[in-house]
C-alpha cells in the first residue's frame, strides 16, 4: 500500500462522514455509535486484510525479550541491596539462588496463563478475567503513571550517567546534561519501536549480546582471582547473617527487582509466533539462564571485592573493574550504558502494548488503541508513555519512588497468581496447552504473601504510600469507567482528541478492514 493510498484511507477513514467506511466507523472511533464489532462484520465477508499488530517475534526474539529486560543495570549498579538487608555473603548468594527460582516459578505460572489467555497485556489481561474491571484497572492505573514510566526513567538515567561519565572522570556529570541525554535516549527508542517492529527487535537481540558479554568477562575475571587463592573475602560466608524476617523479606525484594521483568514477554503475547510453543520455551531458555549468570557474577563480586567495598559502592561493576581491570576499567562504564539502553528499548516495546490492551478494553482513551497503518505499531501507546516518562526526568529524586514500587509490584503479582488458583477452580475445563502443577502457584503465592505482609511492620510508610497509589485509581475508575451517562460535553471532547490522534499519528482501529 502506496502512501498516497495511506493518505486517502485515512481521509475516507476520520475525514468523509457521507461515504460508507471501509477502515472504521468516526462512530466507533468516537465511542458514540456501534463500533468495532459491527464493522469486522460488515468487513469479514469480504477478502480484504486487516490492519492490527503483527506476529513477528520468535523463539531467539522472546529469549532476547526477556534476558534484556531483566538483565537492566541492577547487577552492575546495587547488587549491594541483597548484602546489606542480608548481612552476610553467604545468605546473600542464597537470597539470589531463591529469587532466580521464584521467579522461575512465576515465569512458569505465567506461561499457563499466556497460553490459557492467549492475550497481550500481562497481568492487566490476567486480573482481568479473573476478578473484573475494577481491580485490573487498578493495576493499569498504577503500571501507567507509576510503575513503568518510573522504572523506565532510572534506566535512561543510568543509561545517561554511564555514557557521560568518561567526559567528567574525577566528579559527576551535570544534572541538566544527564537529564537531557535520559530525554534524547528515550525518545530516540520511541522513534525505533515506532518505526518497525523488526527494527526494536534487532537493538534488543544486540544489546542483549553485549551485557552477557560484560557479566562473562566480569564472571571469568572473579573465576581466575578464585583460582590464583584469593578467597579471604569468602572465607567467612556466614558471618553477620540478618535472620530478622522483615529484612530477609527486604533483602528478597532487593534480589527480585534484579529479576524483574520476568513476565514482560507475556505483553506481547499476541505479537509472538507459535505462542503456545514459543512462550514457555523462551521462559525455559531464559531463566536458568538469568539465574546462573547473576549467581556467579555476584560470587565474582565477592571474590574480588570486600564486603565494605561492595556496600560503600555506588556503582558494583565500575568498582570492580577498577580494581581489577586496569587500563580496560572505562570497559564496565561502556557496558552499563550499553545493558540499560537495552533494557529500556525492551521495556519501551513491551509496555506500549499493556497501554495499548487497557484502552482496547476500554480503560483507558480510545486513541491509545490505534494503530499505524504502515507501521503496524502502536504509535499512539508509545508516544503516551514516552511522554510520562519524559515528565518523570524532571523530578530530581525520582529514585526514592522505588521504595514504594516493590511492594505494589509483589502486590499485584500476588493478585495474578491467585487469579491462576482461582481459575483452576472456576473454568476447571479450560484449554490450558500448559498447565503447571498446582504445587508451584501454591509456593509462589505463599511466598508472594509473605513478601506483601511482612514489610508492613517494617517500612510502614513505603506499604502506606504504595496503597495510596493504587487508592487513588478508584474515584478515576467510577468516573471515567463505571460512570456511563457522562456530559455530551465530555463524550465530545473525547472523541474530538481520538481523532486528532488519529490524523495525527496515521493510525486506526485494530483489525480495521481496508481495500
Not at 319 to 336: C, I, N, Q, Y
Request: charged share 15%; aromatic share 12%.
Amino acid at each position: 500500500m502506496s502512501k498516497q493510498e495511506a493518505g486517502s484511507i485515512m481521509e475516507s477513514a476520520i475525514v468523509n462522514e457521507k461515504t460508507p467506511l471501509r477502515v472504521m466507523d468516526r462512530d466507533a472511533l468516537t465511542g458514540n455509535g456501534p463500533g468495532g464489532d459491527d464493522v469486522d462484520a460488515a468487513a469479514a465477508s469480504g477478502s480484504t486484510p486487516s490492519i492490527k499488530l503483527k506476529k513477528e517475534l520468535g523463539l531467539l526474539d522472546g529469549v532476547a525479550m526477556i534476558v534484556g529486560v531483566i538483565i537492566g543495570s541492577g547487577i552492575f549498579v546495587s547488587p549491594k541491596g541483597v548484602l546489606q538487608y542480608a548481612g552476610s555473603v553467604g545468605l546473600g548468594l542464597i537470597v539470589w539462588v531463591l529469587s532466580g527460582m521464584l521467579s522461575m516459578i512465576g515465569a512458569l505460572c505465567y506461561a499457563e496463563l499466556g497460553t490459557m489467555i492467549p492475550k497481550s497485556g500481562g497481568d492487566y489481561a490476567y486480573i482481568s478475567e479473573a476478578f473484573g474491571a475494577l481491580p485490573a484497572f487498578l493495576y493499569l492505573w498504577v503500571a501507567l503513571f507509576v510503575i513503568v514510566p518510573t522504572g523506565n526513567a532510572i534506566t535512561a538515567l543510568t543509561f545517561a550517567q554511564y555514557i557521560l561519565q568518561p567526559a567528567w572522570p574525577t566528579c559527576e556529570p551535570p544534572y541538566a546534561a544527564v537529564r537531557l541525554v535520559a530525554a534524547l535516549v528515550t525518545s530516540l527508542l520511541t522513534v525505533i519501536n515506532c518505526y518497525n517492529v523488526k527494527w526494536a527487535t534487532r537493538v534488543q537481540d544486540i544489546f542483549t549480546g553485549t551485557k552477557i558479554l560484560a557479566l562473562v568477562i566480569i564472571i571469568l575475571a572473579g573465576l581466575w582471582m578464585l583460582a590464583t587463592g584469593h578467597t579471604e573475602n569468602i572465607s567467612n560466608p556466614m558471618v553477620d547473617t540478618n535472620l530478622e524476617p522483615g529484612y530477609i523479606a527486604l533483602s528478597f525484594y532487593s534480589g527480585l527487582f534484579s529479576y524483574s521483568g520476568w513476565n514482560y514477554l507475556n505483553f506481547v503475547t499476541e505479537e509472538l509466533k507459535e505462542p503456545y510453543k514459543n512462550l514457555p520455551r523462551a521462559i525455559a531458555i531464559s531463566m536458568p539462564l538469568v539465574t546462573t549468570i547473576y549467581v556467579l557474577a555476584n560470587i565474582a563480586y565477592f571474590v574480588v571485592l570486600s564486603k565494605d567495598e561492595l556496600l560503600s559502592s555506588t556503582a558494583v561493576a565500575v568498582t570492580f573493574g577498577d580494581k581489577l581491570l586496569g587500563v580496560m576499567s572505562w570497559t564496565m562504564p561502556f557496558f552499563v550504558a550499553c545493558s540499560t539502553f537495552g533494557a529500556l528499548n525492551g521495556a519501551i516495546f513491551a509496555s506500549a502494548r499493556l497501554f495499548f490492551v487497557g484502552a482496547r478494553q476500554g480503560h483507558l482513551p480510545k486513541a491509545i488503541a490505534l494503530i499505524h497503518i504502515d507501521q503496524f505499531t502502536p504509535v499512539p501507546s508509545l508516544v503516551f508513555l514516552c511522554i510520562i516518562t519524559l515528565v518523570l526526568l524532571i523530578i530530581e529524586d525520582i529514585y526514592s519512588l522505588i521504595n514504594y514500587l516493590s511492594f505494589v509490584e509483589a502486590l499485584f503479582t500476588t493478585l495474578s497468581v491467585t487469579g491462576l488458583l482461582w481459575l483452576r477452580y472456576k473454568w476447571p475445563d479450560a484449554e490450558r496447552p500448559i498447565k503447571v502443577q498446582i504445587i508451584f502457584p501454591i509456593i509462589f503465592f505463599i511466598i508472594c504473601l509473605f513478601l506483601v505482609t511482612v514489610p508492613c511492620y517494617v517500612k510502614p510508610w513505603e506499604v502506606s504510600i504504595g496503597l495510596s497509589f493504587i487508592v487513588s485509581g478508584i474515584p478515576m475508575y467510577l468516573i471515567f469507567i463505571y460512570w456511563k451517562n457522562k456530559p455530551i460535553w465530555l463524550a465530545k471532547a473525547s472523541g474530538s482528541f481520538n481523532l486528532l490522534c488519529a490524523k495525527m499519528f496515521k493510525c486506526v482501529m485494530e483489525d480495521a478492514k481496508y481495500e
